[in-house]
């Protein structure tokens, strides 16, 4: 879905064992990364998210204080995820593979 846009997320393993081995800076540059290039490549599937990285990590943070922010960063991520995987459906659903 963001494949062609010359970024790379780490997966999985690498944001477990990295925030690890960080304490938890890594985990944070990661959802700030993830965050940035979903909001990137909106635009190419005809959307616009008006939360980036930098919404997502101040939500992550600060909210903390709050208790519910890390889950509103978590919703935001998963909300923009899952517009761009429908929109990235709908233009390829007709492509053969």
Known sequence: MCSDDGKNTGGFLKYFFLGLITLGIYD?????????????????YGLKFKEGGGTVL????????????????????????NALIDEYNKKYSNAVV
């Not at 101040?58 to 995820?81: D, E, M, Q, R, Y």
Request: net charge positive; proline share 2%.
């Open 28 to 44: 944070l540059v990661w959802l700030y990364k993830l965050g940035d290039r979903l909001q990137d490549n909106a635009e190419k």
């Open 58 to 81: 101040l939500w992550f943070i600060a909210g903390s204080l709050i208790v519910v922010g890390p889950f509103v960063a978590l919703h935001i991520l998963f909300k923009n995820t």
